[in-house]
């Protein structure tokens, strides 16, 4: 989504080009990772429930493959923008990188809002999305998931409408699946818990007891809410969340100074994260306008909702008291709300270090489905704790041992490992 001639893909590239700079990377290789390899644009026609024909818009951009198939989020949106699409790709390859799964980035959406849609509708669009792809994904190709606003029940319109085509079964061509056909137990918390763990080595490493923490998050959808919940197992108290009004089109703010009660809240809200504002004011929830979430005074300032939250024209409503950002959004900061963040001498983990639990469980996900054979959730959760741990700690002392921060350090380890496969396979 386009906000204030906000391009996300432009950011996306200039980012790259910083630690391309960094890594010296020849020129070829920089133009080929500038760009993705393949894109698609397609028209998705459905018949809606009065009869008539609507259009939709969809996308599939495939950034690189070079380390494994390319993985990455389907999502609804009625703003989505082809540049939106390229530069979330993009970050797909080096979220898969740093966290040091076999796999590349990819992205795909469609120009539509569930909200206004029936089931019905919203089964035309999914099923329509993969006949306009299937030649070009698959679970040794491309491998979807759900992203902004869709959700299992999409996915397993994908998967059912990939097999009728195919003629096969193949539950590791779409991860994000419900658990009883095929998707994996702790995939609906893995964002926000990996989320939370990447916080807990950040913490430590600053010095500061969870216990002694107050945040503020932006959003309450499915990543927030689990972020928020291990985060309050850990001690942390949040006084702040965000949702979108989409009655009234705009973010509204829901805060309490003794701490957000998780389980009310989730028990007023719409599948979206959208809370009910009525009944929030009822609970003793102080509502105000979307933006307040980031003029908190709190510790930790936890971004879940879309890119560019945290821009130029609002980086200085951050309190002094903030310690700790941790990007849980793809590319939630901008490059000179950037700048500002690391003069206040704000600790920041990038977003794709620290949301790439949401992708390292689909990888858990895949390689259940293609053996066919499931782990508890016990052990995916363990297995999602060691994974994220390491990418925070080599992250980490890469930074330290460079005096560089956290975000360049994960640039820098994630481009170097998909130009050096890129380079191993003779393509530059």
Known sequence: MEINNYNPFASAKQQ???AAKLLELDEATIEFLSNPMREFHFSIPVRMDDGKIKVFRGYRVMHNDARGPAKGGIRFHPHETIDTIRALAMWMSWKTAVA???LGGAKGGVICDPHNLSQKEQEGICRGWVRQNFKNIGPQIDVPAPEVMTNPQHMLWMLDEYETITGN???GFITGKPVEMGGSLGRKEATGYGVVVTMREALKEIGMNPENTTASVQGFGNVAQNAIALYHQMGGKVICVSSWDQEQQRGLCFCKK????LDELKQISDPFGGINKEKAADLGYEITDGENWIAQQVDILI?????NSISIENVDKIKDSVKLIAEAANGPTSLEADEVLKKKGIFIIPDFLANAGGVTCSYFEQVQSN???YWTKDEVLAKLDEKMTSAYI?????????????RD?????SVDKVAQACKDRGWV
């Open 409 to 413: 350090a994960a640039y820098v380890i």
């Open 169 to 171: 079964r193949t539950p």
């Open 371 to 373: 053996m066919n054979y």
């Open 16 to 18: 790259l080009s910083k």
């Open 100 to 102: 040091d799964l076999p």
């Open 394 to 406: 080599n992250v980490s002392d890469f930074a330290m041992l460079n005096n560089m921060s956290m």
């Open 258 to 261: 003794d701490g957000v009660l």
């Open 303 to 307: 971004p879940a909702a879309l890119e």
